[in-house]
């Protein structure tokens, strides 16, 4: 138990923050952690199960006397937020974010920063398909990825102090510049995403075959497209939106590998295939020994009960 920050503000109270206050109060991270949501709802369900020591109606009230302010809002309402909130932060706060897009937060909220606060962006690479306030969990960083994005004249002292909150609750961190943050994400996660609705989409347009049979028949392929393309839309909507260089880069990409797979196919060039595939079954094997997921077969879900 070691306190890091006495007074954490969380700013949205979805399943990023939600896993953040759970984990904050198992290892004991911060003494007081304060919250706002939007809406009354979310505010009275945070109520419910004891989600944040205060909620609060306004972001202000959330914000002032935090230590560390963490936006935890869709990218697109970030700058917005940091905004309303930038008249309130205490000198010497750190004012950092969870946001899955690097350069649009910055560009958005780094101009309501006042001078005496340090303002350290960030994004956890973890997550659910769930979202709101009775998704979070505080097991969701541990041995999770958390990218601290600093800025060449950032305070030295207040990046350490956040890497040390994020490895509190269970991260490992690594430092990296937004504009490659944001073609790495767009590679391992933007485009993915993409993707997996676009599948999910088709399979929903061929209605011939989907009716019951895409739900009863479903194979693990097209189960995992569905787990992802049940991911939060606003969420979602903005990263595409906000990340639009890098997506359409590696969109691009895409389309080229996918032709060169369907003129394979055609021209029934099962070399290509092979070696295509033989090269891709290389990467699977690094994630599971960099212990990013696991080996077990079907993702270690085991039988599905009916
Ligand atoms: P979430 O569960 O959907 O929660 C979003 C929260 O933001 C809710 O409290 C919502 O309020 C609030 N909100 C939405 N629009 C807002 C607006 N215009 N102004 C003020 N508040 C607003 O989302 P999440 O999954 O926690 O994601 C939060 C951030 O973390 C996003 O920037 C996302 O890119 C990033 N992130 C997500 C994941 C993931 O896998 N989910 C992983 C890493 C990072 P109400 O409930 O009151 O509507």
């Not at 206050?21 to 952690?33: E, M, Q, T």
């Not at 917005?80 to 969870?98: E, M, N, P, Q, R």
């Not at 485009?191 to 997996?196: F, G, K, M, Q, S």
């Not at 394979?264 to 212990?291: K, P, V, W």
Request: include cysteine; charged fraction near 25%.
């Amino acid at each position: 138990m070691t306190v890091i920050y006495n007074r954490v503000a969380l700013i949205g109270l979805g399943l990023i923050a939600s896993s953040m206050y759970w984990a904050i109060k198992r290892h004991g991270i911060a003494h007081d952690v304060t919250g706002f949501a939007r809406t009354v709802e979310t505010r009275e369900t945070a109520r419910t199960i004891g989600l944040c020591d205060h909620v609060y109606e306004t972001p202000q009230e959330a914000a002032r006397d935090a230590d560390l302010v963490v936006l935890c809002v869709p990218v697109g309402a970030m700058g917005a937020v940091a905004k309303d909130i930038s008249g309130v932060l205490k000198a010497g706060a750190t004012l950092s974010d969870v946001g899955s897009v690097k350069q649009h937060v910055i560009q958005s909220v780094a101009e309501h920063v006042p001078r005496n606060v340090d303002f350290i962006p960030a994004h956890p690479l973890a997550g659910t398909e769930h979202s709101g306030p009775n998704a979070g969990f505080a097991e969701l960083f541990e041995n999770r990825w958390c990218m601290i994005v600093p800025f060449a004249d950032s305070n030295a002292c207040a990046v350490t102090r956040l890497r040390s909150f994020w490895e509190a609750m269970g991260s490992k961190t690594t430092t990296i510049d937004a504009e490659h943050h944001d073609l790495v994400l767009s590679v391992t996660s933007h485009v993915p995403h993409l993707i997996a609705y676009t599948m999910v989409g088709v399979a929903d347009d061929l209605r011939r075959i989907t009716d019951r049979e895409v739900i009863d028949y479903s194979a693990a392929g097209f189960r995992d497209f569905t787990r992802i393309a049940a991911s939060d839309p606003t969420m979602w909507r903005d990263i595409f939106l906000t990340n639009k260089d890098a997506t359409l880069e590696v969109l691009g990409r895409f389309t080229e590998e996918l032709f060169a797979l369907q003129r394979a196919i055609r021209t029934g060039n099962g070399e290509h295939l092979h070696d295509y595939m033989t090269r891709t079954r290389t990467i699977r094997r690094g994630i599971i020994e960099a212990g990013q997921d696991t080996d077990a077969p079907d993702f270690g879900r085991g039988v599905v009960k009916r």
